[in-house]
């Protein structure tokens, strides 16, 4: 459990609207991304190199990049799949989290899928990631199932899904 931040901390800035830039992935942006999934997820949760570099290969993936002052914030990816889409990761650097850089991407990627006629989106969280399903359920994604030990065998984790309008 995490304890409770003194309220006058000075380095602490208040939640506000994202000042991140979006841009396309390049794959100058590979290893940049890769350490961040290492830094956002557990070892054996957070995607090999090879893992990685195959998703973003995929004919239809959407990768989008969150950038503060030239710095790699944060990554999406998502795979569309016909009129449907897969959310595969989402990273926001630790120092940048709760700023509004997640919800920046995911509305962005959201809009680009329904540009794409895509109507369901799909996902899947950890149930013992809290924040996590809380970012998600805020976003309007509802848990449509239990995945036991999708996670390394032994995490259970939710199966969550939204329909864009």
């Not at 931040?5 to 609207?17: I, K």
């Not at 991140?20 to 997820?41: G, K, M, Q, S």
Request: hydrophobic letters at 40%; charged letters at 20%.
């Amino acid at each position: 459990m995490m304890e409770p931040m003194p309220a006058n901390r000075a380095s602490q800035q208040p939640p506000g609207p994202s000042a991140a830039t979006l841009r396309e992935y390049t794959p100058a942006d590979f290893n940049a991304l890769y350490e961040l999934d290492r830094i956002c997820y557990p070892r054996g949760i957070a995607y090999s190199k090879r893992t990685l570099r195959w998703f973003l290969a995929q004919r239809d993936a959407i990768c989008l990049i969150a950038e503060i002052g030239g710095k790699i914030a944060g990554f999406i990816l998502a795979e569309q799949q016909g009129r449907a889409a897969h959310i595969i990761t989402i990273d926001v650097a630790p120092d940048e989290r709760r700023r509004g850089i997640g919800t920046t991407m995911m509305l962005e990627v959201e809009r680009r899928l329904a540009a794409l006629s895509v109507r369901d989106i799909y996902l899947e969280t950890a149930t013992n990631n809290a924040a996590g399903a809380a970012f998600w359920q805020r976003h309007g994604f509802r848990t449509v199932g239990l995945m036991p030990g999708y996670y390394l065998g032994r995490q259970d984790a939710y199966a969550m899904a939204k329909r864009l309008p």
